[in-house]
Structures are given as C-alpha cells and as structure tokens.
C-alpha cells in the first residue's frame, strides 16, 4: 500500500506542533514539581543595563522634524526605486515608463520646494 | 534519587546500559553549559577575555557563550575592582540574573579590595553584598586560574541536590533569589554590607 502523496504534510504539521510544545510542556512540569519561580521587582524590571531607568519612554518628537523626513525621501527612498528602475529600463513598457516618471516628478517637486526654503543650505 | 549500587551501575555499564537518575542528567546538563555575564571591570576582565579567546579556550568546558544581557547568564564573572559607584550596579544585574545564579570573584580586588582597599572608592570586596560561589586570588589570576575556577564551579554544581533537606538554594522557596541593593549614602554605601549575605571569617588570635 502506498502512503498518501500528501501524508508527508499531516507528518510536518505533527513535528512543527510537538517539537516547540515539548520543550514548554516539560519546563512546566520542571518548575511545578521542582524549581519555585522567584519573582522580584528588579528581576521583573524591563531595563537591563544595571543603571536605574529614568523618566518616561513615551516621548513626542517635535514637528519641525518633517523635513528631515521630506528629504529622506528624496534622497534615500527614490533611490532605492531607481535601482530597479534602471535595471529594467530598456524592456519596460510605456505605462511603466510613464509612471515612473510621475513618481520622480513628485519627488523633483520636493526637492524644488525643499531648496526654494533653504533646507539645502549649510547652517553656520 | 540516585540510590543504585555503584557495582551494580558498572556492571550494566559494561554490559552497555547507560544508568543515570533525573539529577545526574540535570546537573550535568547544567554543569556543561555554563552561560556568563559579559563584563569586566578592571585588568582581570583582560586575563577573562584571553581565557576566553583561542589560546586557553574555556569553550572546552562550556563556557564560551558570554551573554550581554543578565537574563541569559548563569554566572558572573566579578572581574576587577569594583569601586562603590559600581557596586548598586553589579548587585542590580546579579539581581536581574535568572535563578540558577553563580558568582566567581576574580582577583584581589573582587575578593577585598586588592591594591587598592585604602582607597575611600573602592568596596572591600563584592561579598559584602552578593553570595560568592568561588573566589581566585592573583592580581590578575592567570587565565588558568580562571579556568581552575570554573571547574571547581562544575564540581560544585554536579553536587547539587535536587530534592531533600540540603537541595539547591535556586530550588529552595524560601531562599532568596534578590539581594538588597546599596544606596549612596552621605559618605558611604548604606548599608555598608549585607548582613544575609557577608559573613566575615573569625579571626581567634592567641593572648
């Protein structure tokens, strides 16, 4: 008799489920029959450096901060868009072509806006 | 646990059969993989990192995997001076370590202050606040040393109990896991010791 062509699934699918629950089930049993947990405050604490964690982790950045991400964009993300853009360029069809142009145009835009602000200049 | 007769263990294992009990097996699973804290604090920390690397190799005995975080560590490696502005912080990470913990002192400094005991910064020794397994003495104590160490930590780890009256502090309820950390006092660290934990040697001197 031959097995089923797809029982080899059923036979990954009971490994995959045995093999991480094992582990879990045997270190449940380990620490209820023989090692206690020991919680405490600095052992439940988040931070691990040994230095006390100070003030709040939640904290708001300023909005001026938009340019940075403005000109992330321009000079980092399109390039990355660029890339495959160049690879394929000779057998890309005019659709393609077109809208990659209209993302760059966006893009150009940006960088149009960005100098007419002075983002570009060099702060002195 | 761990009652069969030696003669008769030897008599199977020359027939082939392996016997072991539960706390064999999990003493020497622990014992052979013995996780430390990546830190140093002083010139020990040196002779630590070259005990570590190629020449002397503690991967030999297990100890290779040197974590950065306490979580993942099973053993402290106190190595170097440790001066009163770091102590709240060792006793801190010692805290945060997951039972069961370890603790080698290396050095003099680690053991007492070393050169340096006079100094108005320096802890005479991290025992004052948290239980030391091994001490090595040497200033610095020469990768072997270290390494000595290390094996008196498994032999002493492959003693452990697991069950009965003298088992394992880890295993123990009652025994504490954290340990009272020192705050900077007006002059000194306050307390200037852990009275659970440091109990210094008796000197009985002769009229």
Known sequence: MTPHPYSFIVIFVGVALVFPIMPLILAWMWRRFFQPPKPGVQKNATYECGVESLGEAQIQFRSQYYLYAIIFLIFDVEAVFLVPFAVAFTGLPVGAFVAILIFLLLLVEGLIWAWGKGCLNWAR | ?207
């Open chain 2, 1 to 207: 646990m761990s009652e069969i007769d030696e003669g008769l263990r030897s008599e199977l294992q020359r027939q082939g059969i392996w016997v072991t009990s539960m706390q064999e097996l999990y003493n020497w699973g622990r014992k052979n993989s013995i996780w430390p804290l990546q830190f140093g604090l002083a010139c020990c920390a040196i002779e630590m990192i070259a005990t570590a690397a190629s020449r002397y190799d503690i991967a030999r005995f297990g100890g290779e995997v040197f974590r950065p975080s306490p979580r993942q560590a099973d053993l402290m490696i106190v190595a170097g001076t440790v001066t009163k502005k770091m102590a709240p912080q060792i006793v801190r990470l010692y805290n945060q370590m997951p039972d069961p913990k370890y603790v080698i002192s290396m050095g003099a400094c680690a053991i007492s202050g070393g050169p340096f005991k006079q100094g108005y910064n320096v802890l005479k020794g991290i025992d004052r606040y948290i239980p030391v397994d091994v001490y090595i003495p040497g200033c610095p104590p020469r990768p072997e040393a270290l390494l000595h160490a290390f094996m008196e930590l498994q032999r002493k780890i492959d003693e452990q109990k697991l069950t009965g009256a003298r088992k394992a502090e880890h295993l123990d309820p009652d025994q504490p896991s954290e340990f009272s950390v020192p705050a900077f006092g007006a002059h000194d660290l306050e307390p200037a010791a852990n009275a659970d934990v440091f109990r210094p040697m008796k000197i009985e001197r002769n009229q």
